[in-house]
């Protein structure tokens, strides 16, 4: 009976931090949306807003973004991974990736079929200065 308690109260306690968690996220939502942006930082504020920063999604189109910049430059790969939910065969094709290949990329780590979250991702990271000969490339070929 004892370990029963044990059971339960962890199982309760549990279920506290799961809401706390999801309360944490809501409100970093809310801070998201009733904030300033400082162009300076555009893509941090694209990330909170659109909740990449939760679940592994921000290393998912880090490495995405990455594939995509060596794939431009034609840089070999130390290693490939497989990313839940990205074609595999798309992401690690052995040539130049065209707006729509990247549109679609970014659109399947993201886990949106929204094509103006990509569209906000770019400009975000033309704001802040990140991955710019991506997006430098993105921008010419829209």
């Known amino acids: 009976m004892e370990n029963d308690e ?3 109260q962890l199982e309760l306690e549990i279920q506290k931090l799961k809401e706390e968690i999801q309360s944490l996220k809501e ?24 909740g990449v920063v939760f679940n592994g999604k921000r290393e998912r189109l880090d490495w995405v973004m990455h594939v ?9 790969l130390s290693k490939q991974k497989s ?18 290949e990247t549109k679609t990329l ?11 979250i990509v569209k906000d991702l770019i400009d975000s990271l033309i704001k802040q200065g990140i991955r710019n ?7 010419q070929h829209r």
Do not use: H
């Open 83 to 100: 990313i839940p939910g990205v074609s595999y065969e798309l992401l690690y094709k052995e040539s130049v990736p065209t707006y729509e």
């Open 6 to 8: 044990k059971l339960k």
């Open 68 to 76: 995509l910049e060596c794939r431009l430059e034609q840089k070999p």
């Open 27 to 50: 409100a970093v939502f809310n801070l998201a949306y009733s904030k300033t942006t400082d162009p300076k930082f555009a893509f941090f504020d694209w990330l909170v807003r659109y």
């Open 133 to 139: 000969k991506l997006v430098e490339y993105l921008q």
């Open 106 to 116: 970014l659109m399947q780590v993201l886990e949106t079929n929204n094509e103006e």
